[in-house]
């Protein structure tokens, strides 16, 4: 092949290798690209790093307003959790990595991306569906499925190319992150009956050393996107960033999660993400204020839908495009604020408040002021009842009766 090649490039040791390999075997030149999803990285060195290894082009892009609103913000408005534990961060990521890797890709003239995942987890799938999705005339080269090094042959072929290895021993797990959390994986972490170890963890503190008083934390919401902390406005990114910090602290969002992989293997996986718990949590409770019964049975099912959808890599679809429609019209009364404690990792709704409150004093009160009237329940059940009693009186209810 000739002509360009664009890499996400984390700056880690495979993709750096990465670029020295698809020079070598594919002939191809490399534009590395680096986006900033929150993950704090120096963004400089690792661009000279890109170069020092070998790519003609080092670009970084810093994608975390839209990541913020394009793919976190509508996944918080879904109630996305992956088998009702995980948040998707490090799955919402790929799908904007596949299309700034296309985005590039255009600018750059180039005729494939490339992309450092191996075969055995999701974000291949991810990455590779988005971009086959967006630009179906580029090639995408995976260079850590197909070159079989082991971490040793890894590192003898950076050496070799005098590509910087990592002189401090690297850390044990493999870590992913962003603004909406951390993933770990890999080291003793994959003994599913081992406690993960305090290394594992970056964001949180341990539950045990988090402060002994609680602390509170107003969220507000205007139509379930939060716009509000403690009364003050801010950007989405400051306050998932603000929130990360003060939830941390209090050892909230920590994640053990045994998880299905779409490629058929069970992982054990831990995560972090402290703005995720509290404002998943928050939004949830505020919905639960906002959304008649109905409305909140059927989003379950569209919850569920969503979750999957953007963990099996599906998020340039009609599918997804479909259920965020339902999902934004959903939204539309999901205004005001909730009130949460954090305290040792605990992380609990502790108020509640909306103008478009559908909790009614009147109704709920058994004090003064109530004006439910209950001698209308006796109609209700009477109606209610009937097709049970019917039954009971053709049928029996002797499954019950016997035991
Ligand atoms: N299991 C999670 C997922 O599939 C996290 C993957 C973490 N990726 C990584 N390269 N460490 O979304």
Redo the contacts with the bound molecule.
Sequence with gaps: MSGKVVLAYSGGLDTSVAIKWLQENYGLEVVALTIDVGNESDFTAIKEKALKAGAVKAVVIDAKELFVNHFIFPALKADAL?EGQ?P????LSRPLIGKLLVDVARDEEAVAAAHG?TGK???QVRIEVSVNALAPDLKVIAPAREWGMTREETIKYAERYDIPVPVTVASPY???ENLWGR???CGVLEDPWVEPPDDAFAWTKSPKEAPDAPGYVEIGFEQGIPVAMDGKKMSGIVLIQTLNELAGSHGVGRIDHL?N?LVGIK?R?I?EAPAAAVLLRAHQALQAMTLSREQLRFKQQVTMEYADLV?NGLWFTSLHEDLAAYIQSSQRYVTGTVRLKLFKGSCTVVGRKSPYSLYSYGLATYDKGDVFDQSASAGFIHIWGLPVKTQAQVQGTSRLEKS
Aim: charged share 25%; net charge negative.
């Design positions: 992956y995980y998707l961060a490090t799955a995942c987890g999701n974000d493999s870590i992913d993933s770990i994986e998880e992989r992982s996986e995560y963990y």
